[in-house]
């Protein structure tokens, strides 16, 4: 009987570790520019249905002087346009994953002269 919780504990295990370690992959290529987020956005990908819209924004962020100062007006332009920047990717509607997708100043360099 033991050894039956255990198989299953195991499994469950290694099934947890190949979902982090899918998920990383996917991470790795939005952080190097393999992947954007006009991609992930048109068509998410299942390693990231439970990823913050926030996170994903972050992970694709260039390096700038001031990136304080463009989450900051990140947050200001999703207030704005009543965008939930805080659900994950699986639960955002079509409006808030296209406007990821096209108002994003972080990638598009939209406000880039205020910063």
């Known amino acids: 009987m033991a050894t039956a919780a255990y198989d299953w504990y195991s499994a469950s295990r290694m099934e947890g570790l190949a979902r982090r370690k899918a998920r990383e992959a996917v991470y790795r290529k939005l ?41 900051k007006a990140m947050g200001e332009y999703a207030l704005e346009d009543k965008i939930n920047l805080m659900l994950p990717l699986g639960e955002a509607d079509e409006h808030a994953r296209d406007w990821v997708a096209t108002y994003d100043p972080w990638n598009t360099n939209r406000h880039d002269e205020e910063y």
């Open 31 to 71: 952080r190097r520019g393999e992947l954007n987020l006009q991609d992930v956005m048109s068509e998410p990908p299942p390693e990231l249905l439970t990823t913050v819209l926030f996170d994903l924004v972050k992970l694709t962020m260039r390096r700038r002087r001031n990136p304080n100062a463009v989450i």
